[in-house]
């Protein structure tokens, strides 16, 4: 037989992510198993259309009504359920903004979770920034889908700044500050509440040859939950800075990337290590604190990286792009887990941090579900491959479980033929007891027993 | 190492484990070879090399006995109208090729509405007609301007303009306000064209290829000289979907009416990640098929019909440049190499095996 050499994925714990992209389709992969496995696209929300290409989208992670805004290319925000992609409310912009056109696409959207829980629920408000540098807050109701509707309180616009595309928009956690950068402007920060610039940086000066490398940030992040005053942005030429608001405008630290644009910037809940993915599909994670690189994700990743998402709990990073994979990482040890092919380029994913594993499992023998997903045709022909491809993995592993079952078997008995019988039964127990487990457990096991 | 294993069995239980199990696994056939002696486990030279040498010849007449029965059965079947007994298809690196998930399936909705929103839609939708700018580096001489000037005789409406020194950037701005649909550099090293840029203009991807193998019209033998027909376009195995959209890239530099009086044909072959360029005229010609039979026939009959048996064979006459393109990176918008996000860059961690193909 030929030798193939087959990427390893060792699978996922459970996980739900969204992915959207530039034919503005919203797909849904869950990795349902209750141990390790291969992830699969569940659902698809909306219909393949070139126009409602996804720019930007935001998402409140809550268990009780979570929400999801997605803006589209056609200058549409739409605010769905993340748990069943119903369309809560559409909000064109006719109602907003009045100089849109096709340049002036919103890249920066975020829905507020903390002001809405204060607000009555069937309110929502919006930060929304475009590429022109008109940024916007608004309240809108959640009514039903049909009717358009707006803003319940004329919303509240400011120009972030005069030149210059706006490229990345962040607001911090506590939903205070927020920040805006991008070709030929400075980061700005702005105190949303009362809506007035706190801060803008400072380009670094000119390097020894006196070349003045122009503004260009592409991307931007929070380094810490509960300050806003540090976080760290990407520029056009593979430059990643750490600013820090109370020490300098000036980046505090700054260092390269490989040759091409970082694209994609994401902090860790550690705080200090970083996500860096740049425009040749390369990734890797940086200690910020002394600029050091910890480590590359590499795994045949080829296409420009267009977001990365820490998952909040588990040890997991997601990675996207123009190469249509939706790819998985350990954060510890920085193995690709599982690559999911989309079909498309992919614009942007989420991770929807409240998926419980119950809920599905009593969902899944009822039959609405597999409805739900029997419905989209390409579902049917994806997961027999899906399927064999996880079942040539449980091969895989069992042929190698035996196989250590085997060695151990031997090994046992050559141990315990001196020993007595009760304990040669003792051990068959604890072996069958350690089949069960995992490899690791099982070893442990033997050694305090043999 | 089968000896070596067999010594390390008493040391070690474990291996004496594993090796059960792989026996366990093991055909019947080699169950067979372990009874007979291996000659790798003899010591003695001249006695392995004998050994060899008669198994070698064992397998030599095994070989041929298997044909002979092989070409038996055939025989037979013809003999007796039967189906012929089902050919082996050789197992080569092309169907042995590794699981490709990204494979392009035909019915597959989201791909088409891809195809739709993508760049090349209005010319292969013919909405739009190809209009190509070629130039090339910098420095160009000998072989170059000799390639430039096949590749404007194989592409229609396409012009060449001298680089000059001018910035890539602002010969793509120049052409976007031009509206040409695409532009072609040639990039010449050591007076030999090794790169090939391919632009797609308003907002088109950029392909990087490597060019090689180039040979000119005049070093074909028997060579023709294509006309001014607009060409029929040929592109084999573009199978996933960044094959597909390179087939599409190329599909959009040539016009989608072709002329079929001209008879001209240009072929992109894919295979193994390497496209492989070639341009030839074909011409269908009545020949009268096997004059032995018509002879006994006349023998026979004495001239009896006149009217000999005719059937059309398609011959094919080379022409124009030939050349092989190996895509090096695939860059979302136009040519932006500091800027650019790639949606396909080869990496040399993608090659560690001889069986996978991207295209």
Not at chain 1, 198 to 218: E, V
Not at chain 2, 161 to 167: A, E, L, S
Request: one cysteine or more.
């Amino acid at each position: 037989m030929p030798r193939t050499t087959t990427l390893e994925c060792s699978g996922c714990p459970p996980l739900r992510a969204l992915t959207f992209d530039s034919l503005g389709l919203i797909k849904v992969v869950e990795a349902r198993d209750k141990q390790w496995a291969i992830p699969q696209v569940v659902e698809r929300w909306g219909e393949p259309e070139s126009s409602k290409c996804v720019m930007a989208v935001s998402m409140i992670d809550r268990n009780s009504q979570p929400l999801l805004a997605v803006a589209r290319k056609n200058n549409e925000i739409e605010v769905l359920s993340p748990v069943n992609g119903d369309i809560q409310t559409t909000i064109s912009d006719a109602s907003g903004l009045d100089d849109r056109s096709e340049e002036n696409n919103i890249v920066g959207l975020h829905l507020f979770g903390k002001q809405n829980s204060e607000l009555d629920s069937r309110y929502c408000t919006l930060l929304t920034c475009t590429t022109k540098g008109n940024a916007s807050i608004r309240s809108i109701e959640l009514a039903d889908p049909s009717t358009r509707s707006s803003c319940i309180d004329s919303p509240k616009t400011w120009n972030v700044c005069s030149s210059g595309n706006i490229l990345c928009c962040k607001v911090d956690r506590d939903e205070n500050f927020a920040l805006f950068g991008g070709k030929g402007v400075e980061i700005n920060i702005w105190d949303i509440n009362n809506l007035t610039k706190i801060w803008n940086s400072k380009p670094p000066p000119k390097n020894n040859l006196g070349i003045f490398t122009p503004t260009w940030f592409t991307s931007a992040a929070f380094l810490t939950k509960d300050d806003h005053r540090k976080f760290v942005a990407g520029t056009n030429s593979h430059q990643v800075r750490l600013y820090d608001i109370s020490a300098q405008r000036r980046p505090v630290l700054s260092f390269d990337f490989r040759e091409t644009p970082i694209k994609a910037l994401a902090e860790d809940i550690d705080g200090h290590s970083v996500y860096v993915g740049n425009g040749s599909g390369d990734m890797a994670s940086f200690d910020i604190r002394t600029g050091k690189m910890l480590g590359g994700f590499s795994g045949k990743c080829s296409g420009s990286i267009k977001s990365i998402v820490r998952h909040p709990e588990l040890p997991i990073v997601a990675s996207c792009g123009l190469d249509c994979y939706l790819r998985l990482w350990d954060t510890k040890t920085r193995q690709l887990l599982s690559a999911v092919f989309l079909k498309q380029h992919i614009m942007h994913v989420l991770f929807d941090s409240k998926f419980d594993l119950k809920g599905v499992d009593s969902s899944l023998p009822s039959k609405e579900k597999t409805q739900t997903e029997m419905i989209p045709s390409e579902e049917v022909e994806e997961l027999p491959l899906k399927r064999k491809k996880s079942s040539r993995n449980k091969e895989h592993t069992e042929d190698g479980s035996e196989r250590k079952k085997k060695s151990k078997h031997s090994k046992e008995r050559k141990k315990s033929e001196g020993k007595d019988e009760g304990e040669k039964i003792g051990s068959r127990d604890e072996r069958r007891k350690s089949k069960l487990k995992k490899k690791k457990s099982s070893s442990i096991s033997e050694l305090l027993f043999g | 190492m089968g000896g070596k294993r067999r010594k390390n069995d008493d040391d070690s239980d474990v291996e004496e484990s594993e090796t059960a199990f792989s026996k366990r696994k093991k055909t019947v056939a080699t169950e067979e070879k372990k009874d007979q002696l291996r000659p790798s486990m003899i010591k003695n030279k001249e006695k392995r090399s004998e050994v060899h040498a008669k198994l070698k010849h064992q397998k030599k007449l095994d070989k041929r006995a298997k044909a002979k029965a092989r070409d038996a059965a055939v025989k037979k079947a013809l003999e007796l109208g039967e189906e012929l007994p089902e050919k082996k298809v050789p197992r080569t690196i092309e169907n042995t090729r590794e699981f490709d998930e990204t494979v392009c399936k035909p019915d597959d909705e989201e791909l088409f509405a891809g195809n739709d929103a993508d760049e090349f839609s209005s010319i292969l939708n013919q909405q739009q007609t190809p209009k190509i700018l070629i130039t090339t580096c910098r420095f160009n001489s000998s072989r170059g301007p000799a390639f430039i000037s096949e590749l404007l005789s194989v592409i229609p409406n396409a012009h060449y303009y001298r680089r000059g020194t001018y910035d890539l950037k602002k010969i793509v701005e120049y052409a976007k306000n031009k509206d040409f649909t695409s532009i072609i550099v040639v990039h010449t090293n050591r007076r030999e064209p090794d790169a090939l840029l391919i632009i797609g203009v308003p907002n088109g991807p950029t392909a990087h290829f490597k060019l090689s193998k180039l040979v000119l019209r005049k070093d074909i033998k028997n060579h023709g000289t294509p006309t001014s027909h607009k060409p029929e376009l040929v592109l084999n195995n573009f199978t996933t979907r960044l094959g597909s959209r390179i087939g599409r890239l190329i599909q959009s530099i040539f016009p989608q009416d072709p002329e079929f009086k001209g008879r001209r044909v240009v072929t992109f072959h894919n295979q193994r990640d390497f496209i492989f360029f070639r341009h030839h005229r074909y011409i269908f010609e009545k020949k009268e098929v096997k004059k032995a039979e018509s002879k006994g026939k006349k023998d026979k009959d004495g001239k009896s019909d006149n009217v000999p048996e005719q059937k059309v064979i398609a011959r094919l006459q080379e022409c124009g440049p030939r050349f092989t393109l190996k895509l090096i990176s695939l860059q979302n918008g136009t040519f932006d190499t500091k800027g650019g996000e790639y949606e396909w860059v080869h990496k040399a961690e993608m090659d560690t095996s001889r069986r996978r193909f991207f295209l």
